[in-house]
């Protein structure tokens, strides 16, 4: 049935979908009217109904003592994100708490899959200075989410320079406002940052994997590196 796939996707069952969209089309009716119209028992599909009406996509009003029910504004789909992204918010704020300190001189963390991209955007909210070379734009490729994901942290003050092969000059990487670009004539499978006290390699290929490590001393040696590269980039 139409649209069924994506309800279900959405959060729905596949009957909840059913009278849903049922509703869409048809507007206000009675259960009996419903039941009969998708060839569902009644009993089920009053049960469907208040599973609904609970969800927030289903109204009804009573007229001769009989009730009529009605869908409600699709929009309401988000009701359980907003309400889930609501308190893994104030979660992750709780969780803060108890976060390892800066102090901790050295550590190395590997990320694997989309998450590992992900973990790249989250850290740059926190640091929001890089330095970058060897860049593919493939870690941007890689997630649906980076243009709104990369406008987030230009507003949020993101700034920072990037080195990558003349093959990549039309890459939306090469075209965030607040990014410095310069290039070389050499391309490289595995693209090295470096923010904070952290050094990050990473390659975004079938699979993506970060490698994360956080030491003063080989941060400030990579950026180092990074500017005698630079300076003999081309803009």
Sequence with gaps: MEFEESLRKAGLTG????????LLKHGEQSANDIAKKISMDRTLTYSILNNL??????NYITKFSKKFFKASDPSNLLNPIREKEIFVKELISKLKTIEKSENFEQEVNVYEGKEAIRSIYN???????MLSFGATGRAYDYLYESPVLTKELVKLGMKGRIITSKEYKNHPMTKIKTIEVRYVDYESEITTTIFGNYVMN?????????ILIKNKEMADTYRKHFELLWAIAKK
């Design 15 to 22: 009957n909840e979908s059913i009278v849903f969209v049922q």
């Design 53 to 58: 009406i609970e969800k927030g996509l289903v």
């Design 202 to 210: 990473h390659i975004a290929k079938e699979k993506p994997i970060v």
């Design 123 to 129: 850290l740059f909210k926190k640091y929001k200075e």
